[in-house]
C-alpha cells in the first residue's frame, strides 16, 4: 500500500482568479512514484511545479503534502527550477552546500562535516568535480543545470520538482543525470515529478505521463497522432 | 507647450502642400496624427524644456536680485588679491609645539594639515565600518522581498530618519551631547552612514534576481541562512561597491564637520577662518581637494573591481601587483 504524497483536490491554479492557467485539477502522486508531465509552452507546467512548491497560492481548493494541509518543511522538498535558481556570483560549492544544509541536522553551514561530505559527493555525481570553485557565472548552461540537480541531491529532499532538468545536455551526460537522479528516487523511495517536453525520454523515466492541455491535466494517450488529432476534433465538436 | 504649436502648424503646412488635390477631411486626420506623433517622439524633450522654464520663474519668485552678480567679478580679484593668494604653506610645517618627534625629513607629519588630515581619514573608516556593520542588518529588515511589510516599515523608517540630517547636524548634536572632539564626529557620521548607506544596500537586495530567493524558499532556509547564504553573496559586489563609495563619500563630508568642533581638518579651517587668515584656509582648502580626487580615482579603481558582470574573469588583488607575464601559467 502506497501513500499519497502529494494531494491536489480541485485546485485552481494561476495568476488571475477568473482566467486559471488550471481549473478544477485532481492529483494524487504517490510515494516512490516519478510523474512526468508534459504539454505546450506556456501552459503552466512550471506555475504547477511552484504552487506544489508553495511559491504561488493557489486560487482555489485544497492541497495536502505527506498527508499534512501545510507546505513542506524545512529540506523535505528539492526544487530544481527552470531558471535554475543559482546564485551567479557564488561557488558552485556554495550553492551546493545550501541544498545540502538544509537536511543536515544542528548545523550551520561552514561546519557542518555531514553537509560538506554530501556536497562534494552530489557535485561529483553530477561529474562537476573540477569547477568546484568556479562561481556559477563562469560555467556552461548544461554545467549550471547539473549544480541545480547536484544542489537538489544534495539535500536528499523526499518531494523533487524537476523543471526540465535535462534540458541543455548530450546525450551521454543526460543519460548519467537521468540515472543518478532515478537511482536516488528508487532508493530513497522517494517522489518525482519533472516536467519534460521529450516524450519518449519522459516515457522511459515515469511511472506515469500527464499531458497538461486545456487547462487539464491528462494521461498521455499513447496513439498516432491523426488519431489524436480526430479525436480531440470529436472533442470539440461534442461528437 | 507653446514650442509644439508651432512645430504643429508647420506639419499643417506640409500636409496641405499634399493634399490641395484631396479631401480636406484627410488632411485633417493626417494633421492630427502628425501632432500626436510629435508629441509622443519628443515629449520628454518637451517636460525638460518646460522644468527649465518653471526652475527660471522659481528663482525669480525669491527675488533675486540679478543685479548684484554685477560686482562679483570685482569682488573675487580683490578678495583674491588682498587675502586668499598665495596660501601660506606654513600649514604643511610641523608645529612649534608638541615638539615633532619624526625624523627630518618627516616633519611634515606634525603639521596641523597633517594630523587633521589623518584624522578626518581615521574618522570616516571607522566611522564607514560602524555604519555598515550596523545598517546591513537594517537593510535586510528593510527589502520588502525578504521581510514582510510590518517588519519592513519600521526599518525603512529608522534608516531614513538617520539620513534626513546631513552629518554636519548630527554633529553638531553629538558636539553638544558628548562634547568636542573626533568622537562626536565618528558617531554623526556612523548615524548619517547608517541611513545613507542602509538605503543603498536594501535597493540593491532588492534589485536581485528572483531566482535564487524562490530556491532557497522552496528548500526551506531560514531568514539566517538566506540572509547570508544567498543574499549577501548573490548581492556582494553591488554591496561592497557600496561602502567603499560610502568611505569616500565620509572622507568628502568629514572636512566639514570639524567646523563645528567635531574633529578633523575642518577644526583648523574653522580656526584660521575665525582669525581672517584666509592665505591659510585656501592652503588647506587646496590639500583637501587633492586628497579628494586623489581618493576619488582609487575608489573609482577598486569599485571597478566589484562591478563586472559578464564572463571576464575578475583580478585578484595580488594579480594586480603581480606582473602580468608571472600569471599566465597560474590560471586554472
Ligand atoms: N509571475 C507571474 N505572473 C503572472 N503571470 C505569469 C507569471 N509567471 C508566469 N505567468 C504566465 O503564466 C503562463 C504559464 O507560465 P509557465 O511558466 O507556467 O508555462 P510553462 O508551461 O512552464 O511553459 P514553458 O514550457 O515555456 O516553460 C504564461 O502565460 C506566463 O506568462
Ligand atoms: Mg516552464
New interface residues.
Given amino acids: 500500500m502506497s501513500k499519497s504524497v502529494i494531494h491536489l483536490e480541485n485546485a485552481s491554479i494561476g495568476f488571475s482568479p477568473d482566467n486559471p492557467l488550471i481549473k478544477n485539477l485532481n492529483l494524487d502522486v504517490n510515494q516512490g512514484e516519478i510523474v512526468a508531465i508534459a504539454g505546450p509552452s506556456g501552459i503552466g507546467k512550471t506555475t504547477l511545479l511552484r504552487t506544489i512548491a508553495g511559491l504561488v497560492p493557489m486560487l482555489d481548493g485544497e492541497m495536502t503534502l505527506f498527508g499534512r494541509n501545510s507546505k513542506a518543511s524545512r529540506g523535505e522538498l528539492g526544487y530544481i527550477p527552470q531558471r535554475l535558481g543559482l546564485i551567479r556570483h557564488a561557488s558552485v560549492y556554495h550553492n551546493v552546500l545550501l541544498g545540502a544544509l538544509t537536511s543536515t541536522a544542528g548545523a550551520w553551514f561552514p561546519f557542518s562535516f555531514e553537509a560538506r561530505r554530501r556536497t562534494l559527493e552530489s557535485i561529483d555525481a553530477m561529474g562537476i568535480s573540477e569547477k568546484k570553485r568556479t562561481p556559477i557565472r563562469l560555467l556552461s548552461g548544461g554545467q549550471q543545470r547539473r549544480v541545480a540537480t547536484a544542489r537538489t541531491l544534495a539535500q536528499q529532499p523526499s518531494i523533487i520538482l524537476a523543471d526540465e532538468f535535462l534540458g541543455e545536455l548530450d546525450e551521454e551526460t543526460m543519460e548519467s543525470v537521468l540515472s543518478k537522479v532515478t537511482n536516488y528516487v528508487r532508493t530513497n523511495n522517494a517522489t518525482l515529478i519533472v516536467v519534460e517536453h521529450d516524450i519518449s525520454r519522459a516515457k522511459r523515466m515515469a511511472d506515469h505521463l500527464l499531458i497538461l492541455d486545456d487547462g487539464q491535466l491528462n494521461p498521455f494517450v499513447d496513439q498516432p497522432i491523426a488519431m489524436q488529432i480526430s479525436m480531440r476534433l470529436d472533442k470539440e465538436l461534442d461528437i | 507647450m507653446s514650442d509644439s504649436g508651432s512645430k504643429e502648424s508647420k506639419s499643417r503646412d506640409v500636409d496641405g502642400d499634399q493634399v490641395t488635390s484631396g479631401d480636406s477631411i484627410e488632411s485633417k486626420v493626417d494633421f492630427i496624427a502628425i501632432a500626436s506623433r510629435f508629441w509622443y517622439s519628443s515629449r520628454w524633450f518637451l517636460l525638460f524644456i518646460g522644468l527649465l522654464v518653471v526652475a527660471f520663474r522659481v528663482t525669480n519668485s525669491m527675488d533675486p536680485n540679478w543685479g548684484r552678480l554685477a560686482n562679483t567679478n570685482n569682488n573675487l580679484v580683490t578678495f583674491f588679491q588682498e587675502s586668499l593668494w598665495p596660501p601660506d604653506w606654513s600649514v604643511i610645517e610641523a608645529q612649534a609645539y608638541p615638539p615633532c618627534l619624526a625624523a627630518p625629513g618627516l616633519s611634515f607629519t606634525c603639521s596641523t594639515a597633517w594630523l587633521g588630515m589623518i584624522e578626518t581619514l581615521k574618522i570616516a573608516f571607522v566611522a564607514t565600518i560602524l555604519g555598515m556593520t550596523i545598517s546591513f542588518p537594517l537593510s535586510l529588515l528593510a527589502s520588502r522581498n525578504l521581510s514582510p511589510n510590518w517588519v519592513s516599515y519600521p526599518a525603512r523608517f529608522l534608516l531614513a530618519g538617520s539620513r534626513s540630517l546631513p552629518s554636519i547636524i548630527w554633529a553638531l548634536f553629538f558636539v553638544i551631547v558628548i562634547g568636542f572632539g573626533p568622537l562626536s564626529g565618528i558617531l554623526a557620521m556612523t548615524v548619517y552612514t547608517i541611513g545613507y548607506l542602509g538605503k543603498l544596500q536594501y535597493e540593491t537586495i532588492e534589485g536581485i534576481?528572483r531566482?535564487?530567493?524562490?530556491?532557497?524558499?522552496?528548500?526551506?532556509?531560514?531568514w539566517?541562512?538566506r540572509s547570508f547564504?544567498?543574499i549577501l553573496?548573490?548581492s556582494?559586489?553591488g554591496l561592497i561597491s557600496q561602502v567603499i563609495f560610502m568611505f569616500e563619500y565620509n572622507f568628502r563630508h568629514g572636512t566639514v564637520i570639524g567646523i563645528v568642533g567635531a574633529g578633523g581638518i575642518g577644526y583648523y579651517i574653522n580656526l584660521y577662518l575665525k582669525f581672517l587668515q584666509y592665505d591659510k584656509v585656501i592652503a588647506y582648502l587646496i590639500i583637501i581637494f587633492i586628497v579628494v580626487l586623489i581618493l576619488d580615482v582609487v575608489s573609482i579603481y577598486a569599485r571597478s573591481l566589484f562591478t563586472e558582470?559578464?564572463?571576464v574573469?575578475r583580478p585578484s588583488w595580488w594579480s594586480i601587483l603581480l606582473p602580468p607575464s608571472m600569471l599566465r601559467n597560474k590560471e586554472d
Avoid at chain 2, 531566482?211 to 531560514?222: V, Y
Fill in positions: 534576481d531566482g535564487p530567493l524562490e530556491a532557497s524558499k522552496a528548500m526551506g532556509h531560514g539566517f541562512e547564504g544567498v553573496p548573490e556582494a559586489n558582470d559578464g564572463d574573469r
